[in-house]
């Protein structure tokens, strides 16, 4: 499957974003779906992960409560809604997808369990 993120951008303290991540493929729905970020210099680490229909959901405790992971599988699309965004969500957004159902069944946050990775979405948030 090949992921395609878009949505970033600039946005001020307590602004909001959204991004999307489209797949190509008649599969999407047999995937889990996650959203990393790596900001410069730091590692790059789990922000959200959705199961197949969206059922289960899973976030950093960074995020939670400000951010939204959503899919739509008829569009082969996943989301972010980023709300009461802060500086240091300033980062580079990947979309991933997680093949294998055991890990989706825990909503993975391990970066090797993820197989297909997109070009990633720069988000810039000024203070």
């Known amino acids: 499957v090949q992921l395609q993120a878009s949505g970033g951008g600039l946005v001020q303290t307590g602004g909001s974003l959204r991004l999307s991540c489209a797949a190509s493929?008649?599969?999407?729905?047999?995937?889990?779906m996650a959203w990393f970020r790596q900001a410069p210099g730091k590692e790059r680490e789990f922000v959200a992960a959705i199961s197949w229909s969206g059922g289960m959901l899973n976030y950093a405790d960074s995020v939670k409560g400000r951010f939204t992971i959503s899919r739509d599988n008829a569009k082969n699309t996943v989301y972010l809604q980023m709300d009461s965004l802060r500086p240091e969500d300033t980062a580079v957004y990947y979309c991933?997808?997680?093949?294998?159902?055991?890990?989706?069944?825990?909503?993975?946050?391990?970066?090797?369990?993820?197989?297909?990775w997109g070009q990633g979405t720069q988000v810039t948030v000024s203070s």
């Open positions: 991933a997808a997680d093949r294998d159902p055991h890990t989706i069944m825990v909503l993975t946050t391990r970066i090797d369990d993820y197989d297909y």
């Open positions: 493929g008649r599969t999407f729905s047999s995937y889990g």
